[in-house]
Nanobody, 127 residues
Framework: QVQLVESGGGLVQAGGSLRLSCAAS????????MGWFRQAPGKEREFVAA????????YYADSVKGRFTISRDTAKNTLYLQMNSLNTGDTGVYYC????????????????????WGQGTQVTVSS
């Protein structure tokens, strides 16, 4: 089993920044990829960003490209999401997820690929 625990959410004004963290632990943590997804009230969960654990190739949703940066610290088994220039459309519950299967092209963009999910952290952007 793998446990994922997000932190760093909160309330921020539009134009501000937040940094989310996701600490991974378990019997032996080994991930091919990790990602961030979000879900706003009344909306479906959507892909935000992902990273290949080995090599660090990153993927972003068009809506966050240039504003958000995903990174990981392999020594700490921790995933990060630096969010800048936040707007009200970024409000939602942010989830981190781990994919422990061999990767397929663009697979990390799809939630159904992931094997483990965190409990989520709330991000609220006020206007």
């Amino acid at each position: 089993q793998v446990q994922l625990v997000e932190s760093g959410g909160g309330l921020v004004q539009a134009g501000g920044s937040l940094r989310l963290s996701c600490a991974a632990s378990g019997r032996t943590f080994s991930s091919y990829g990790m990602g961030w997804f979000r879900q706003a009230p009344g909306k479906e969960r959507e892909f935000v960003a992902a990273i290949r654990w080995s090599g660090g190739t990153t993927y972003y949703a068009d809506s966050v490209k240039g504003r958000f940066t995903i990174s990981r610290d392999t020594a700490k088994n921790t995933l990060y999401l630096q969010m800048n220039s936040l707007n009200t459309g970024d409000t939602g519950v942010y989830y981190c997820a781990a994919d422990i299967k061999p990767l397929v092209p663009n697979g990390l963009r799809y939630g159904e690929r992931y094997d483990y999910w965190g409990q989520g952290t709330q991000v609220t952007v006020s206007s």
